[in-house]
C-alpha cells in the first residue's frame, strides 16, 4: 500500500482506518459527504458522495486499496436496499479501473444460524429485511470483478462509536451512574467488537493479497454479557458497577407495531435473547493480529468519552 488509500465514510470505523493508515505513515485521502474526517499531515479530505460515479471515478485515481466505510442514511432495510448498493457497485467499479483491492466492514446480520458460534465458513443465506440487504452486497461482492474482503465484526465499541448498543446507550451512562437498560437480556453471552481492532484487520487485509476475494472475522475477544461488558467500563471509569435493566422483547415488539424504528430494532432482537458469538480465531491466525484485552479496549474508551464530556 504505497500509494493513496482511499477510505469512504468517516463514522468510527473509517474515521479510526484513516488514522491508523496516516500513523503508519501511509498517504489517506477521506471521502465524506461534508468533507470531515482526521485532521492529519497525510489525510486528504474531500468532498464526494457515493452515490455520484464520476466523482467516485476522480477520487479513487492513483488508490492501491479502497475502505468503504460508508452506511445508510437511517437504520432500515428499505433505506438500506435504496442506497447502499448502488454506492456499493460505484466503487467496485472505480476501484477496478484504479486496480484497488477494496475491503468492506461487515456485520454477523447475513448468518443464517446465528443459534451456533459463528465462524467464517458458516452459512451466510439469511433472507428478508436488514438481513438480506447484507448478503446481497456479500453475494454482489463476489461476483465483481474487484478484489474484494469484507471483514465481519458484531456490535462495536470503542472510541467514536455512539449509536450502538455499547455507545451512547450504555458508556455515558456507565459514567454518571445511571440505571442502564438493555435490549433482549442483560445475561446472555454476546460477541462485542473494539472498532480499533477491526481498523487493524481491514488494513492488514487490504496488504496480504493471499485473503483478497474471502470473508473474514475481525478480532474479536471472548463473548461477554452485556451487564459484563457495562462493569468493564464502570471497572475502567472507576465507578461503581451500574445497575442494569431489560427492555423485555414482548415490550419492544408491542412498541414495534405503532413505530418503525423500533420495529427496525425488533427484526435484530435474536440477537440479544439468545447466545450470540463470533469466532475469529481463523483470522486472528491468518493475519497476525490478536483482539485487544477488555480492560484495555474499556480504559480506551472511558478515555475518550470523557474527553468528549470535557470539550462539551
Known sequence: MSSINVVT???PVGWTVAEQLAHQGHRVRVLTRSGSGPDHPLVEKIKADASDPARIETALEGASAVFHCIHGGKYSAEAWRRDLPPAEQNVLEAAHRAGAVVVFPES????????????????????GGKRGVRCGLLAARAGSGTPTVSVVASDFFGPRVRMAHAGERMVPRVLEGKTLRVLGSADVPHSFTYVPDLAAAMIAAAGKPEVWNMVLHAPTGPAVTQRQLAEAFAQAAGTPAPKVASLPGWLLRAA????????????????????????????????????TPLAEAAAATVQWRRGVRKAA
Do not use: H
Request: glycine share 10%.
Open 256 to 291: 414495534g407495531a405503532v413505530s418503525p424504528d423500533t420495529r427496525e430494532l425488533v427484526e435484530m432482537l435474536y440477537q440479544f435473547e439468545k447466545p450470540f458469538v463470533m469466532d475469529s480465531s481463523r483470522t486472528e491466525a491468518l493475519l497476525g493480529i490478536k483482539p
Open 9 to 11: 465514510g468517516a463514522g
Open 108 to 127: 454477523l446480520y447475513s448468518y443464517s444460524e446465528p443459534g451456533r458460534i459463528m465462524t467464517e465458513d458458516g452459512p451466510r443465506t439469511a433472507t
